[in-house]
């Protein structure tokens, strides 16, 4: 009964090492099927073959909007849903421990899809624009109920199987809606039923998936333990606290004591960081910039190409080819061999530059295979630097506040995204029309360019002067795979100085951290990837 446990002193954890010999094996065995199982639900969950033509399917005489209402009443909608959405979902996802929310995106995306096939007016499409937003929040849920299935040693294949599954879902859900369009005859109608069917699939696996007993931040206990689960938090103020902590009152002293108010602190912190901080930089302005040009892609390719047969639109090949490419790139970042610490900025720079020259093509050209290419192009280059991004700003951070500093950047971006979409693309703003849009996004990503490459040529300047820090042994390596090994933090070169002494010591590199992404194109993210 109670004996054994009482003979324990307090504050010790009793061991119970029956489990950890009686069922390793099939506890194991378990853990890699409902994996197996999550990668499918996720590969499932992309097989939607007609979301690359919904644009051209809202132009046909099915539907008969116009241009102006889709660029200037609909769309924007997607922007203010996301936004509106983001934080209860994330909170949500941690606190029901996943599942719900799975299950929440797939009721979501049901409804997307018969709004799509049964709506007829502005207000039904704004409808669905608000339920796909809520999808989007919703991604964010997967990898991370992936990674708490597994033991923290197999985080890293992991996460490798489940972006293969969800880019593969991608690459292939594409294929199919070409095929069915060019070589089948398929209309856009009978596509969007064949969407919707896989959808109330995907819908029926999520119903079926395991719920966790844990989550990051919200559920750390396991059940019938009186002791809460090790966490890289736990480090981060060790201890009873200071003497003046006794001072305050209990509430005050449970508030200090939380798990997200001892993040916020520790992120205060981590920013002191310069990699962490350009980085994160980036990944706020640029995937604002990016997810504008995508949310519009397809209208454009439509103002440019009107075509009256369904079979000469290209869309589900052209969306295929960038998902293609956007694996591939994403695959090399992991061999490029550069100091990061020194050349970061310019690379960012020069790949932000290529960029705003794309943007200014299909701003200004009318050439629908141009249009095409520079699509491909300018996602393959954004892809190009996600990996690098997040493995600098992932590498010096716990998981825990991993994925916090992954959601402020994102909710940063959605914000400044909305006051884009508010102030260019709305009725109630300025309404421009589509090509009109992307010459004000060329002058965005000029912007950020000129930023870029400015902060490069000071920062190799002052190198040049040998006013500069000697880099560390982790920015000598070069690739990420290689930097993973080292057990230091990134520290920027030129006019930046090294950490103060006050500064947290490094977590150990063996509490991996999950790598979530999050929208068809965040979950190749955020993703994302969630």
Not at 101 to 110: A, D, E, F, I, P
Not at 162 to 171: D, E, H, K, N, Q
Not at 283 to 298: C, D, K, Q
Request: hydrophobic share 45%; glycine share 6%; proline share 6%.
């Amino acid at each position: 009964m109670g004996g054994l446990d009482s003979m324990v002193p307090s504050g010790q954890v009793v061991e119970k090492p029956v489990t950890l010999e009686a069922r390793p094996g099939r506890e194991l065995k378990s853990q890699w099927f409902l994996a197996s199982f999550l990668c499918f639900y996720g590969f499932v969950t992309q097989m939607r073959p007609g979301e690359s033509f919904i644009t051209p399917y809202l132009l046909s005489p099915h539907k008969n909007f116009t241009q102006k209402q889709i660029t200037n009443e609909i769309t924007p909608v997607l922007s203010y849903s996301y936004m509106a959405v983001l934080v209860p979902i994330f909170l949500l996802t941690d606190y029901l421990r996943y599942k719900p929310v799975l299950v929440l995106q797939g009721l979501s995306y049901v409804s997307v899809w018969l709004l799509l096939l049964l709506g007829t007016t502005v207000l039904h499409m704004q409808l669905l624009e608000l339920f796909y937003g809520v999808t989007m929040a919703a991604r964010i849920a997967y990898a991370p109920y992936i990674f708490s299935l597994v033991q923290p040693a197999h985080y890293q294949r992991m996460a490798g199987y489940s972006r293969a599954a969800v880019l593969l879902g991608v690459f292939s859900s594409s294929v199919l809606g070409q095929l069915l369009v060019t070589v089948g005859g398929v209309d856009f109608t009978r596509l969007n039923y064949i969407s919707l069917g896989f959808l109330v699939f995907s819908l029926v696996l999520a119903l079926f998936l395991k719920r966790p007993r844990r989550s990051l931040f919200f559920n750390r206990n396991e059940p019938g333990s009186g002791a809460a689960s090790p966490s890289e938090v736990d480090h981060m103020h060790p201890g009873p606290g200071p003497p003046s902590r006794r001072k305050l009152g209990p509430l005050r002293a449970a508030w200090r004591d939380s798990v997200l108010v001892r993040m916020l602190r520790e992120l205060g912190t981590s920013l002191q960081v310069p990699q962490l901080r350009l980085w994160s930089l980036w990944w706020v302005f640029n995937s604002t910039g990016y997810y504008l040009i995508i949310y519009y892609a397809h209208i454009l390719w439509a103002a440019v190409h009107s075509a009256p047969d369904s079979k000469a639109v290209y869309n589900g090949g052209v969306d295929a080819a960038a998902t293609l490419l956007s694996a591939l790139t994403a695959f090399a970042a992991g061999f490029v061999e550069i100091r990061w610490a020194l050349w970061a900025k310019l690379v960012i720079g020069v790949v932000t530059a290529v960029q705003a020259g794309l943007v200014f093509l299909l701003s200004s050209t009318r050439n629908i295979w141009l249009c095409y290419a520079a699509i491909v192009l300018f996602r393959g280059f954004y892809q190009f630097l996600v990996p690098i991004a997040t493995f600098q700003i992932a590498s010096s951070l716990s998981k825990e506040l991993c994925a916090l500093v992954f959601g402020v950047n994102t909710l940063l971006a959605t914000i400044l995204n909305t006051i884009i979409t508010l102030i260019v693309s709305d009725k109630r703003g300025l309404g421009l029309s589509v090509h009109s849009q992307f010459l004000v996004y060329f002058v965005y990503f000029l912007v950020l360019s000129v930023a870029y490459l400015g902060a490069a040529l000071r920062s190799l300047w002052h190198f040049q002067r040998g006013r500069h820090q000697s880099l560390p042994l982790s920015h000598e390596l070069g690739s990420p795979l290689e930097e993973k090994a080292a057990q230091a933090l990134s520290i920027q070169d030129g006019d930046l100085h090294s950490l103060p002494p006050e500064a947290p010591p490094l977590i150990p590199k063996d509490r991996t951290r999950p790598l979530g992404p999050a929208s068809r194109e965040q979950s190749q993210q955020p993703e994302a990837q969630a």
